[in-house]
């Protein structure tokens, strides 16, 4: 039987449990007064339909009083595909930014890392947005320029379905074949429009190889905005580890999902299985590319521990309790993504001068459904460009204007 000694041992290590919890806790919020968390995927703006919108009441009730900023997603279904997604992701937009006019003490939508850091130092919700799927623009170059200078920076992609010129994930799986094996000739040219304009590309949704094919060609570190570690669950929508050293070698970042089906694989989760998933990113790619991608609101079941925005302090504690240093956390907190953010803007700055992709998609190679071929030469091919006899003389206009 233990002597005396062991069980006073044993009692007190007993007793010091909770009150290292507490600790734990106490740090978390005292960092996250200073480095409130970027979350790659906020709750989707409401839309209703013929043609009006509306702000969610939940979204000023979730702002008010959380140490939290982030990319609203700007999201519209697979089913608006071909049909009204740019009208739809329009709409979205206007949400977020009436949220922002209807609410100035509690929302500020901002457009660059400078924007970010201002909005903190107010103490307000930074809001960003986020376009979360490449078949919103239409397989339009034109559209996505136009998304830009509306103040949308980053774009996903591929949702759960392919568009034109890239593939999701679900070629990955038995439900749909790929049809790219990554990006086309002309996925590839919007990546480069996205660089040159400085908005930041975003791989969650889509396939391997797509992961791997936008890595290898993007100037700017790349963002998987709600993804989390294959390894660990073995769900296609997350990221494995050829893919991870990959992230780590470009600088890019993985922000970790909360949903259930890809902590777990399962309808049941805690929030000590989302800091594994956090944990193993670093392990894999390092502490430089982890982040926070929770998908509140985006996902229907969600792991105890983390049921709302209000327990983000609670797995800061977890980390901190794995030994995770004060600087880590940050990084994972918001560094990570404001690193990223800053040398896209950087890659910007450098392609300044670049002319825009010109050349429009292949007529044959979209749904001809519900489109006329306006534009077009003959119905297809390419679209008619401006005459180059044109070209002199616009250069001397603009010369004259500068």
Not at 11 to 28: F, H, K, T
Not at 298 to 316: H, M, N, Q
Request: hydrophobic share 40%; with cysteine.
């Amino acid at each position: 039987m233990p002597d005396r000694s062991v069980w006073v041992l044993a009692l007190a290590l007993v007793l010091a449990l909770p009150c290292a919890g507490q600790q734990y806790r106490d740090e978390a919020e005292r960092i996250m007064m200073d480095t409130p968390v970027i979350d790659g995927r906020l709750q989707s703006p409401t839309g209703t339909p013929c043609g009006t919108s509306a702000v969610p009441q939940q979204s000023l009730e979730e702002g008010e009083g959380q140490e939290e900023t982030g990319f609203w997603s700007v999201y519209v279904p697979c089913e608006t595909q071909n049909r009204d997604a740019v009208k739809r992701t329009l709409e979205q937009i206007d949400v977020v930014q009436r949220m922002c006019d209807l609410y100035p003490e509690a929302f500020a939508c901002v457009t660059d890392s400078a924007g970010l850091q201002n909005a903190f130092q107010n103490g307000k919700v930074a809001s960003l947005m986020g376009v979360e799927g490449g078949h919103s623009i239409d397989s339009s170059l034109g559209v996505l320029r136009t998304f830009y200078h509306l103040g949308v920076r980053y774009m996903t992609l591929t949702h759960s379905c392919n568009t034109p010129w890239a593939d999701n994930w679900l070629v990955d799986t038995k439900e749909e074949k790929p049809v790219h094996h990554g990006l086309s000739a002309f996925g590839k040219m919007v990546v480069e429009e996205m660089n040159r304009l400085g908005m930041i590309v975003d791989l969650a949704h889509v396939s391997v190889d797509t992961m791997k094919v936008v890595l290898n060609i993007s100037k700017a570190p790349v963002i998987f905005s709600h993804s989390s570690a294959y390894a660990l669950c073995p769900h296609r929508r997350n990221v494995p580890d050829d893919v991870l050293r990959m992230v780590a070698s470009t600088g890019s970042l993985v922000m970790v999902n909360f949903y259930n089906e890809y902590v777990t694989c399962k309808d049941t989760a805690t929030l000590t299985d989302v800091a594994n998933h956090m944990d193993y990113v670093k392990k894999v790619a390092g502490a430089q590319s982890v982040g926070f991608g929770g998908d509140y609101d985006g996902v229907t079941r969600l792991p105890t521990g983390l049921e709302d925005v209000s327990k983000y302090p609670a797995l800061v504690a977890e980390l901190l309790a794995r030994k995770w240093t004060e600087e880590e956390v940050k990084l994972a907190l918001a560094e990570n993504l404001l690193r990223v953010f800053r040398r896209v803007e950087e890659v910007k700055r450098a392609l300044q001068g670049t002319p825009a992709h010109e050349t429009p998609i292949a007529f044959e190679e979209l749904d001809r459904t519900c489109r006329t071929s306006y534009g077009y030469s003959n119905g297809a091919g390419t679209a008619r460009l401006p005459p180059a006899a044109l070209a002199l003389p616009l250069a001397l206009l603009l010369s004259l204007l500068s």
